[in-house]
């Protein structure tokens, strides 16, 4: 009878943390998440702001990258941007680096605890979906690494898909971190270019970046693609022999 109550509690208990977690996410979208992005838009002004608090401002760019993260809503482009403007490439990339596995360790031990009804809030089941061929492969950490490597994929959809497969501590912590930093440098290049008012490596860089992340989707999309079929394949095959 205890375990039953205790169960039950426990289901009771993820129900009301979901519910909650949808509320604030709801709230932070209205009250926060539009101001932070205008904020991190203005590049001018984000260094003023840098330069005024110093250490407690790079604090708190750190701290903004991490609801970036943890809030899949928000959009991360313009934050690494304003990081290269504000702190230069590599400064900038450790900063957002920081942010970024700082809420990718929190989405995937939220994820972890309350399951899909969290991924659900902030994704399609369609693009769930798409990557359920991770969870039925024998290679899914080494093509989760190089997903993740690759600029262009959907690296907020899989940070919560990472929490719903039995991936170790260890292993997630080294793809959320160097599998990000292809796709931030770019940007963090590209900002400081535009503060050292270089606005031809500025452009090159981005034009780069947007040939690399179109080309990083279309893989992307050919890897689920491929991925699910084989798996499909597999599990018809075997279906067969029974």
């Known amino acids: 009878m205890t375990h039953d109550m205790s169960e039950k509690q426990r289901k009771i208990f993820g129900v009301v943390a979901i519910v909650v977690f949808a509320a604030v ?50 959009p991360g482009e313009p934050f690494e941007l304003v990081a290269g403007y504000a702190f230069g490439s590599i400064p900038g990339l450790l900063l957002c680096i920081a942010g970024e596995v700082l809420g990718s360790i929190a989405v995937f031990a939220f994820v972890r ?8 809030i902030f994704f ?24 993740f490597m690759l600029p262009g994929t959907p690296k907020d959809l899989l940070c919560y898909f990472a929490g719903l497969v039995d991936m170790k501590w260890r292993t ?8 990000r930093i292809p796709s931030v440098i770019t940007s963090t290049l590209g900002g400081n270019a535009m503060n050292q008012q270089n606005y031809g490596v500025a452009v090159l860089v981005f034009g780069v970046t947007l040939a690399l992340s179109g080309a990083g989707l279309l893989i992307y999309k050919t890897i689920c693609r ?11 095959n075997e279906r067969r022999e029974n």
């Open 25 to 74: 996410s709801v709230l932070f979208i209205v009250f926060a998440g539009k101001p932070i992005i205008e904020f991190a838009s203005e590049p001018e002004q984000f260094r003023a702001w840098v330069r005024e608090y110093g250490v407690w401002g790079m604090l708190g760019f750190v701290g903004m990258v991490f609801l970036q993260t943890f809030f899949a809503f928000i």
């Open 124 to 147: 399609s089941k369609e693009k769930i979906r798409e990557l359920k061929f991770l969870k039925e492969t024998e290679k899914r950490d080494v093509i989760f690494f190089l997903i």
């Open 172 to 179: 997630w912590l080294i793809i959320c971190s160097v599998g």
């Open 226 to 236: 491929r991925r699910s079929e084989k798996v499909q394949e597999e599990n018809e």
């Open 113 to 120: 605890y309350f399951g899909m009804k969290v991924v659900e």
